[in-house]
């Protein structure tokens, strides 16, 4: 079975960066993959997520500020981070989904259709 292991969180100020990253075990590349927060006592939501095609979706609230990106060769996952607020505050999950899942825009942001989950790196933003 497919591993994820997250990592790259941490503690910054609000306005700073940072790059999350996570890796697979196997080769991802007919995957939807992506980032999903979840804050403390909040539900887990998405933020961003990668198409097998390279399309890209963002979730309202990051658009602007977080890119999604994906290094086959490596089989990595990046999720870089700007302009970081404190309501980013939350442990940032990477999932992947199988291609045959065939969604499209914010459909790809809906935690249920991943099947493939990392434990977690937590991201903390003070102000």
């Known amino acids: 079975q497919v591993q994820l292991v997250e990592s790259g969180g941490g503690s910054v100020q609000a306005g700073g960066s940072l790059r999350l990253s996570c890796t697979f075990s196997?080769?991802?590349?007919?995957?939807?993959l992506g980032w999903f927060p979840q804050a403390p006592g909040k539900e887990r939501e998405g933020v961003a997520a990668?198409?097998?095609?390279?399309?890209?979706t963002y979730a309202d609230s990051v658009k602007g500020r977080f890119t999604i990106s994906q290094d086959i060769a490596k089989n990595t996952l990046y999720l870089q981070m700007n302009s970081l607020k404190p309501e980013d505050t939350a442990m940032y999950y990477c999932?992947?989904?199988?291609?045959?899942?065939?969604?499209?825009?914010?459909?790809?942001?809906?935690?249920?259709?991943?099947?493939?989950w990392g434990q977690g790196t937590l991201v903390t933003v003070s102000s």
């Open positions: 196997t080769y991802t590349n007919n995957n939807y």
């Open positions: 990668i198409n097998p095609d390279g399309t890209a």
């Open positions: 999932a992947a989904a199988p291609g045959w899942k065939n969604c499209r825009g914010d459909a790809c942001l809906t935690p249920g259709m991943y099947n493939l």
